[in-house]
């Protein structure tokens, strides 16, 4: 992929790539304390994107997705790595997804909630990330059932249980990681949505930048990148997401 100097200065406008890096979504990426930094499949790429750009990289890091778009958005960083949704595209331009993700339901043992159509029902409250890819579908799909938020993705299920919420939604892989540490809780079967996690960059940008961000994606996939990423950090539960189609 060659690099032009105005994609460059488009992507890294500071001579330095800013990205946005979200921890509320372990499948992306988690915080080393070892290493005392950011580490996962986002951080990979955005190394590699850098790489390509021949800039320095930088990490903004958020706990929370929805902190995440607003830097992307508000232009404190260039580019970020999130679930493509119709709300968070009149900021952003997306590439296609490099990973799926499902998003899945969890409920204590004792529930009467068995299936994923059972949610839906007048009474039943549901626990998102606030700002989440959940959040914002389950906003719109949801006809009777109730959204309570937490500030997180990762205190979700914490906090399904301190209010007392019938279910909590979020990544299928971290909802069986909470359930496996605490007792009594089990997940519905299936899924209630598939989370596709693509790259975004301000529309300021300009369609230029975003169709190289595009091809720099559709390169990582066909090339070996991202499942290597995937199986370097142990990511279980998700996919890597077919080539674009034209």
Known sequence: MTISPEIRSALAPTGVLRASINLGNPILARWDAGQNLAAGVSVDLATGLAGRLQVELRLVVFDAAGKSVTAVTGEQADVGFF?????RGEGLLFTAPYIL????YLVRNDSSIESNEQVDVEGVRIMVGKGS????HLSRELKNAQLVRANTSPAVVDEFLAQKVDVAAGVRQQLASDSARLNGLRLLPGRFMVIQQAMGTPRSRGIEAANYLREFVEDMKSSGFVADAMARHDIKGALVAPPQSD
């Open 133 to 136: 890819a959940y959040d914002l």
């Open 101 to 104: 993700i499902e998003g899945s």
């Open 83 to 87: 679930a493509v949704d119709p709300l």
